[in-house]
């Protein structure tokens, strides 16, 4: 058990030194972007005095090291600045962005996880079958889709209807735009973010319904699954008993990679939704040049996709009895 | 013990197969493997199967439980147990048997234990699945047996995970896991060939302990026939599908019917001619002091050293875990010593890999135990040997095509046929002959041989000794031999080096060696090779018990 937190507490300390090269090179990448605020506040027109002085006023005539050392002890203590076009705290504006989008990425995580995974089992143990050829088919044609593409047939069936000649049919399910506050509660909350989500699950389910299937089959070789047949245990218990705990390693890594996905890269569903995620104020602020609240949102993009990472690592550790349990 | 067994008589049938054939798929094709087959058990009855791979041992073993693995299928004839035929039942009876009736014993306790679970889980499942106990009698039975067949800590190695334990032990208690449920019928599917001879004993005393005391019947699938010798009653001999001859066990073996079974028998009879005289010039290797580890653990090596002289053959014979694998690494320089020196023919050699020059390279070559991953699946014959011819003597166009045709005759390969195969094309006996060209390809002085035979049928792998032989006495090429296996070592070794947990407890002239008095090491092994004499299991049990002969090593405190 020494061994682990060992492992975990070195793996945290890799993933901090992760984080201080991804803060440089999102600080000074950022600071390679054409034009900057000032200029783009002010437009064309504007005199280099109004620049200068406007600049100064932000603190962008110091040089870039002195910006980024002033930012990261901003960092190192909670502070990620003061927004250029609000004048609020970055981490207020990202702070209620990010509950959002970790709303919205757990949901879709909760329908998709259990969906893949029963899938995924279901294909492997009827592999080749008329099942699972269908199964395959229809995840590889979602996930091939363009996911604003899946997002509008979505919400044309789901939520606007069709016109069959004399009147709409299907559709009124779901609300098309998933505008939510923080008055809104939480059921309330849910069914307006319905359709994002399952978007959001058919873009993922296949990578990790095929992960499942791949491993599983694998396993369903192996010389202790012929033994548990010839245990003359039932079909589920080994597959549930025997199988998948020893399929989970790989399945946990591609869980963790779609995770990410879900959180950082669903820009363009957010924007397809109206919905206020953390990837559509990124956007708006690259357009603006607001370079604190780019910096602040990819840096928090970047712990979130570090912690998963590592909470995977971890897990499919703790998933492999000759780690957990040495000699 | 269950009143269900003791109440029925030995001699009952509990197995009755007739005319069983079945299929198997390779390349999208259906073959026939098992070709009619007959076969009766009585209860408290073992029947030994034995043939070389491909015989359908397994298959036929595996049809008895009324299974048959995927891409196989029982394609005629009846399997009777107790009385039912399995090929009329349904999946849910023969479920229902498997694992409570009927049990199995796999060749590779480390593969077939699950690595997620505990022993005494997975000892209790089957029985507690089928209804036969509940999980607490399940594990004092477990413990029962585990102390039964003499595992150390019975009260709580059950709790241990597969991975905690030894092959031997592990053999042992999925030996134990089969008698959970006392079942009438236990195959054996080649329960100790991946083990060591000394830990091959105390799992034949287990299987023959077991049988003899539950009254079960068993099937014992090997291509040994010394062991099967020591458990059988009768003995089936299979080929390609066939049933070549059925008989008592003493009988078969004193008068064999067919010539196959005498072929089976002599195999084990193969020696070298000559005693290769020992020259006075500078040996080819000579080993100094050596001591090697694997990071910074302990010392898998520990002041070793030997020497091999030209044209000589030198086995190095332990257990796994022994250090014979590391001595080669050290000796190829895939893995530099912490201490000591390497010389060839008198030139000290770099000890990494790396900073050896390409001659020191090509006069060391290697043979590996496993011809099937040694070659590059992709590379026709011609590459495969075509290369180091190249890369080391820099030959080119019809030179190294005549070349390639030359070692291919040598090792007794029609060139026309094999010169464009690839690996896959071959069999396995064939690939070791090409892994053998492939290492005199370079024209080495000397070769080693990492347990080159013991992936081979018992016939194909004294083929391939008789051709190392004669390429001995042509080439004048010198062999390390690493083996653990001591019937190759007699069949073919100059001298011999006996290591012990990371030391040489003894080496010399093989006949000196072998002769007693001996390291008591060396005397534990050279007793453990079964014999072709089905009392020599018993015989020398009695002499272990007795204390007349060595039956433990005191291990190093450290390993």
Redesign the interface.
């Known amino acids: 058990m020494n061994a682990i937190l060992t492992m975990i507490a070195q793996r945290l300390a890799l993933g901090l030194l992760t984080l201080f090269v991804v803060s440089l090179i999102i600080f000074f990448s950022v600071s390679l972007m054409p034009g900057d605020y000032a200029e783009a506040i002010l437009g064309q027109a504007a005199l280099p005095d109004t620049v200068k002085a406007f600049r100064e006023q932000l603190g962008l005539d110091q040089p870039a090291y002195v910006r980024y050392f002033q930012w990261l002890g901003g960092v190192l203590t909670g502070d990620l600045g003061t927004s250029f076009s609000s004048e609020r705290a970055v981490t207020e504006l990202i702070g209620a962005r990010f509950g959002n989008t970790m709303f919205l990425a757990a949901y879709a995580a909760v329908i998709a996880m259990p969906l893949a995974l029963v899938l995924g089992v279901l294909a492997a143990l009827y592999r080749n079958s008329f099942y699972d050829r269908t199964v395959n088919v229809v995840t590889l044609t979602t996930i091939s889709s363009p996911e604003f593409f899946l997002a509008y047939v979505l919400i044309m069936f789901l939520s606007v209807g069709l016109w069959n000649g004399s009147e709409m049919i299907m559709g009124g399910l779901f609300p098309p735009i998933a505008n939510v506050s923080n008055d809104v509660g939480f059921w309330e909350r849910v069914y307006r973010t319905t359709l994002p989500a399952i978007t959001m699950t058919l873009v993922i389910v296949a990578h990790m319904m095929r992960m499942t299937r791949a491993s599983v089959i694998d396993l369903l ?4 699954i ?9 079909k589920s ?1 080994i597959v549930f ?2 199988a998948l ?2 399929a989970l390693a790989p399945i946990i890594n591609v869980i963790a990679v779609n995770m990410a996905y879900l959180i950082v890269g669903v820009v363009l569903i957010e924007v397809v939704f109206v919905y206020p995620g953390l990837g559509g104020l990124l956007v708006d602020s690259v357009s603006k040049r607001d370079m604190p609240v780019v910096q602040g949102s990819c840096l928090v993009f970047a712990a979130v996709y570090i912690m998963l990472n590592l909470t995977a690592d971890v897990l499919s550790i703790v998933s492999n ?2 780690l957990l ?1 040495p ?1 | 013990m269950s009143t269900k067994n003791n109440s029925r008589e030995k001699g009952e049938l509990v197995l009755r197969m007739r005319g069983l054939r079945m299929e198997g798929q390779a390349d999208g094709e259906w073959h026939e493997i098992v070709k009619g087959i007959d076969l009766d058990l009585h209860r408290g009855e073992v029947v030994g199967l034995i043939g070389e791979s491909g015989a359908g041992k397994s298959t036929i073993g ?1 049809a008895s ?1 009324g ?1 048959a ?2 891409g196989c299928k029982i394609t005629a004839g009846s399997i009777e147990f107790d009385g039912t035929d399995l090929m009329q039942q349904s999946e849910d009876y ?7 009736r009927i ?2 014993v ?1 060749q ?1 306790a480390a ?7 505990k022993l005494i889980d997975q000892f209790g ?2 029985a507690v ?2 209804g036969v106990l509940t999980k607490s009698e399940a594990d004092r039975d477990a413990k029962d047996l585990y102390r039964r067949l003499e595992l150390p800590n019975p009260d709580t190695i059950g709790y ?2 597969p ?2 334990v030894s092959g031997g032990q592990l053999q042992r208690a999925m030996v134990a896991m089969a008698m959970a449920c006392k079942p009438d019928l236990i195959i054996f599917d080649e329960p100790t060939t991946a083990l060591d001879v000394t830990t091959q004993i105390e799992v034949l005393a287990a299987v023959k302990d077991i049988v003899t005391t539950f009254n079960t019947a068993a099937i014992y699938i090997t291509h040994d026939l010394a062991v099967v010798a020591q458990v059988a009653d009768k003995i089936m001999v299979l080929r390609h599908g066939n049933m070549i001859e059925l008989g008592e066990t003493r009988s078969m073996i004193a008068k064999p019917k067919e010539d196959y079974t005498r072929e089976l028998l002599a195999v084990r009879t193969y020696k070298k001619e000559e005693f290769a005289e020992a020259n006075d010039d500078v040996p080819i290797l000579k080993v100094s002091n050596i001591t090697a580890s694997y990071g910074k653990g302990v010392n898998v090596l520990d002041n070793v050293s030997m020497e091999i002289h030209r044209g000589h053959t030198v086995a190095v014979v332990g257990e796994s875990g022994s250090g014979k694998s590391t001595l080669a690494r050290v000796i190829t320089g895939l893995l530099p010593p912490s201490q000591g020196s390497i010389e060839f023919e008198g030139e000290i050699l770099p000890p990494a890999l790396k900073s050896r020059n390409k001659d020191q390279l090509r006069r060391l070559q290697m043979i590996y135990q496993m011809p099937d991953t040694a070659l590059n699946p992709r590379q026709r014959v011609r590459d495969v040997i075509g290369r180091p011819l190249s890369f080391y003597l820099g030959m080119q166009g019809q030179e190294k095509e005549n070349r390639i045709r030359e070692l291919l005759t040598l090792i007794e390969l029609d060139p026309d046929h094999f010169i464009d195969r690839f690996p896959g094309e071959l069999s396995g006996g064939q690939k070791q002959r090409i892994c053998i060209a492939r290492a005199l390809a370079a024209e080495p002085e000397l070769i080693i041989c990492d347990e080159v035979t013991s992936a081979l049928d018992q016939l194909v792998a004294e083929e391939i000794l008789k051709l190392l032989q004669r390429l001995q006495n042509e080439l004048h090429v010198s062999y390390m031999f690493i083996t653990h296996d001591i019937a190759t070592v007699k069949a073919i070794s100059d001298e011999m080096v006996v290591m012990l947990q990371g030391e040489i407890v003894e080496q010399g002239e093989k006949d000196v060696v072998l002769t007693p008095p001996q390291h008591e090491y060396t005397e534990l092994l050279l007793s453990s090779v079964p014999e072709m004499d089905p009392d020599w299991l018993d015989d020398l049990l009695a002499k272990r018990a007795a204390g007349e002969v060595v039956s433990t090593i005191a291990s190093k405190p450290n390993a």
Do not use: D
Request: no cysteine; aromatic share 10%.
């Open positions: 070789a192996s010389p202790y012929e033994m548990a047949n010839l245990k003359g245990l039932s218990r008993k025997h705990p020893n009895p000759r349990h000699r | 595996l439980m299974f693995r995927p023969k479920r229902n048997l498997r694992g409570g049990s199995y796999a590779s593969a077939s234990f699950n690595p997620a679970h499942e089957a699945q089928h241990r995970y991975h905690q």
